[in-house]
């Protein structure tokens, strides 16, 4: 028989590794990710709309600010805020676009990615220039 004798000093810290372990937890599917951005601001940064991250929501408080980044996956995107997003690039994500407040423009469909388009009283859709067939 083997008997292992190990001091206290090295007993807690992995005690206490294993209570902070135990104690984490991981997002939720349900989370989502708030990006606030400022007037004038560009983002370049590409979003994944997927769960957990997703939906994604865009605040533009005033002013306009542009999302040049790709979005792309399953989830969605909200716009909020009273300013205007303008989204600059081919977006293909798939969850749909929700428009709660301010205005998101774009100059292409294929900028609104794929699914289901809802603006709410206190939002707007410009777009621009583009054509759109609404069933």
């Known amino acids: 028989m083997t008997v292992l004798a190990s001091p206290c000093s090295q007993v807690a810290p992995r005690l206490l590794a294993v209570v902070v372990a135990a104690l984490f937890v991981a997002p939720s599917a349900s989370a989502q990710t708030t990006i606030t951005l400022a007037n004038g601001q560009t983002n370049a940064t590409a979003y994944d709309t997927t769960a957990p991250t997703g939906p994604l929501t ?6 306009a600010a542009t999302q040049s980044g790709a979005l792309s996956g399953s989830g969605s995107i909200i716009k909020t805020g009273a300013g205007t997003l303008t989204l600059a690039a081919t977006h293909p994500f798939s969850g749909g676009t929700t428009i709660n407040a301010g205005t998101l423009a774009v100059s292409a469909v294929n900028q609104l990615g794929s699914g289901s388009i809802s603006v709410g009283n206190g ?8 054509s759109f067939n609404f069933n």
């Open 58 to 63: 865009f605040d533009v408080g005033s002013g």
């Open 123 to 130: 939002g707007r859709l410009d777009g621009g220039s583009a």
